[in-house]
């Protein structure tokens, strides 16, 4: 079982910056591939990003690409988002998603985090 903590959401303006941050315990972090979901209000939940067990893969949407970086810090046992240049149809609660490798999180994680809202205003 793996459980997986989200912080650092919250208000912002457009073209605002964030970092969020997932923490994550009971498994090995190493041999775990690690994403970011998201899912605004009437939408179904949708990928963002991931990151493979050690970070040599990342993928992006297209949505996000060139704004938004997924990282890893095995060694907290920790995966960031940051989110730069953020636009008002980024507003959406936030996941953290976990795998045993970046093919399962992309499609179809295993473990979810309960979420962190972010709110963009124009």
């Known amino acids: 079982q793996v459980q997986l903590v989200e912080s650092g959401g919250g208000l912002v303006q457009a073209g605002a910056s964030l970092r969020l941050s997932c923490a994550a315990s009971?498994?090995?972090?190493?041999?775990?591939?690690m994403g970011w979901f998201r899912q605004a209000p009437g939408k179904e939940r949708e990928f963002v990003a991931a990151?493979?067990?050690?970070?040599?893969?990342?993928y992006y949407a297209d949505s996000v690409k060139g704004r938004f970086t997924i990282s890893r810090d095995n060694a907290k046992n920790t995966v960031y988002l940051r989110m730069n240049s953020l636009k008002p149809e980024d507003t959406a609660v936030y996941f953290c998603?976990?795998?045993?490798?970046?093919?399962?999180?992309?499609?179809?994680?295993?473990?979810w985090g309960q979420g962190t809202q972010v709110t963009v205003s124009s």
């Open positions: 990151i493979s067990r050690g970070a040599t893969i990342t």
């Open positions: 998603a976990a795998g045993t490798s970046i093919g399962v999180v992309t499609t179809g994680p295993e473990y």
């Open positions: 009971g498994r090995p972090f190493a041999s775990t591939a």
